[in-house]
C-alpha cells in the first residue's frame, strides 16, 4: 500500500511543478465577430443569407400551385419528404417574376419549420 501511495503523491508533486513553470498559452485575438452566408441574386440585387438559416440548397422541384394563391406563391412541393412552400423571392419583394431556368435554386430556412425560396 505505501509504495502506491508514493506514486500518487510524486505524481501530485510533477503536476504541481508543471503547474508552477508551464508557460501561458498565447491568448485568442478576437477581430470581431465572424460569420458565414450565402450570396444570392434575386431579380439583379446582390444579397447575403446567413448560413446558419439555411438547411439545403437544391435546383428547383416540382411544385403543384396553388389556386387563388398571391403571385409570390410559386407552389408547393414535396421535399425531403416534406411538404413545403416555395416563395418567389423575386416577385414578392420586387414584383418582377423570376426567371425560371435550371440556374434557380432553392434554399430552404430551418426557422419553424421547412420554407423554400427561389432565387
Not at 78 to 85: D, I, P, S, V, W
Request: overall charge neutral.
Amino acid at each position: 500500500m505505501e509504495r502506491t501511495e508514493d506514486v500518487f503523491a510524486y505524481l501530485r508533486w510533477i503536476d504541481q511543478q508543471v503547474a508552477q513553470h508551464a508557460a501561458g498559452l498565447p491568448q485568442i485575438e478576437k477581430h470581431g465577430e465572424q460569420w458565414q452566408a450565402v450570396a444570392i441574386q434575386v431579380a439583379g440585387h446582390r444579397m447575403l443569407v446567413p448560413l446558419d438559416e439555411v438547411r439545403a440548397i437544391f435546383p428547383p422541384p416540382r411544385m403543384v400551385a396553388l389556386p387563388r394563391a398571391k403571385t409570390w406563391v410559386a407552389g408547393l412541393a414535396n421535399m425531403r419528404g416534406e411538404l413545403t412552400g416555395v416563395f418567389d423571392l423575386s416577385q414578392f419583394l420586387f414584383d418582377r417574376p423570376s426567371e425560371r431556368s435550371r440556374n434557380n435554386v432553392v434554399l430552404l430556412a430551418k426557422e419553424n419549420g421547412q420554407v423554400a425560396f427561389l432565387v
